[in-house]
């Protein structure tokens, strides 16, 4: 069974993250989207708003679940039984920062990370400019899914 994690924080989910994980699900038999919890971090969504916004968007999706971990995302690997890492790569500077990151894991694992580039039309976005733009009153509705929406 081919089962990866795509980790991250998702605060919040982007159409980036979305175009990703919907590219990734014909290569796998299973997509676990890890929501990493990190003490040291300030958030603009509670954690369970950010799984919610990702329940949502996949919720017609059998072969993608959501959960929530912390620690590294390799033990989360080897407790769930993944084989893979899913990763998107908007630009250069993601792959330089993303490649270190993978190369150790594999030393440290043999788990190995599935890069995928991010779509033309998305890869401009991210979740700090989303926040930005929301901080802002901007448009944010053009960057995240539809579940993303903000009173």
């Known amino acids: 069974m081919r089962k990866a994690i795509f980790p991250g924080s998702f605060d919040p989910i982007t159409l980036g993250h979305e175009d990703i994980i919907k590219r990734g699900i014909p290569l796998f038999d299973e997509i676990v ?3 990493g919890v990190n003490a040291e971090k300030k958030y603009m969504f509670p954690l369970e708003e950010r799984k919610r916004f990702i329940e ?69 976005i991210s979740s700090s400019i989303v926040r930005d733009v929301l901080r802002h009153g901007g448009e944010y509705e053009l960057l995240v899914p539809k579940a993303v929406r903000v009173k």
């Open 56 to 124: 949502e968007t996949f919720k017609n999706e059998p072969k993608v679940t959501v959960i929530t971990y912390e620690g590294l995302t390799i033990d989360l690997c080897k407790k769930i039984g993944a084989n893979f890492i899913l990763r998107g790569l908007r630009n250069p500077a993601d792959f330089e920062f993303e490649k270190a990151i993978a190369h150790t894991n594999r030393e440290l694992s043999k788990i190995e990370t599935v890069f995928l580039l991010t779509a033309a039309s998305t890869s401009y």
């Open 33 to 35: 989207i890890a929501i």
